[in-house]
């Protein structure tokens, strides 16, 4: 990724921070493991919509944090249907 992309937190209430891939791995990984997908599964699967979302991300100069899990979300569910349904209602599962 070339430049930086700023993420807009939720409510713009906290300020605006880089995307940060780490951290959308790390939590898409923590879905697909909480739904018992194998380790190695699940950090391929985390790859995968991370680079999605990367090339999606390109063409924008900032976008919303729920703008960023809506489509880590429709990216997700393509490959782990159990573990997109918990990413996207994480805040009410978990």
């Known amino acids: ?8 937190k939720r409510d713009g209430q906290r300020p ?8 959308l791995h790390a939590s898409i990984r923590a879905a697909c493991l909480s739904v018992r997908t194998p380790d190695g599964e699940a950090e ?3 790859d995968t919509v991370c680079d999605a979302v990367i090339v999606w991300l390109e063409t924008k100069p900032e976008v919303t944090s729920s703008d960023l899990r809506r489509k880590a979300t429709e990216t997700l569910h393509q490959h782990h249907p159990d573990a997109a349904y918990l990413y996207k209602h994480h805040r009410l599962v978990m």
């Open 1 to 8: 990724m070339g430049k930086a992309i700023d993420i807009i």
């Open 16 to 23: 605006t921070e880089p995307f940060q891939r780490e951290k």
């Open 44 to 46: 391929t699967i985390a």
